[in-house]
């Protein structure tokens, strides 16, 4: 699976302070690809029930959107494959997203 998912960062995020850009990043979109692995099977009396298990493989093209006060214009940077990792890695950019990204690729998945 294949989804691009969007979310906005919270106030005084350091996004711009890493990046070196002076105006105020507010929200960010990333591509990811995920992949299931097994099937549901129910529980019998020798066995327990068996679930597919949710992988997510890659992260690419995080595009973040930055505001600038001064001229009240926005603009959107994408990000280096080198400055994504340390993003999402160290950082923990998609942090307190991972609950949502799950939850949506399970969504996709049951509707397929």
Known sequence: MNITYSFEL???NKVANFLAIPAVAYEASI???AVVYGTYKPATWDFPAEYPE???DSF????ISFYV?????TFD????TDQLCIL???KGILEP????IENYLWELYHHN
């Open 10 to 12: 919270p106030e005084g």
């Open 31 to 33: 591509e990811l690809d």
């Open 54 to 56: 949710l992988e997510i």
């Open 60 to 63: 690419y093209n995080l595009v």
């Open 69 to 73: 006060e001064s001229t009240n214009s």
């Open 77 to 80: 940077i994408n990000v280096t």
């Open 88 to 90: 999402v890695e160290f």
């Open 97 to 100: 997203h991972w609950n949502d």
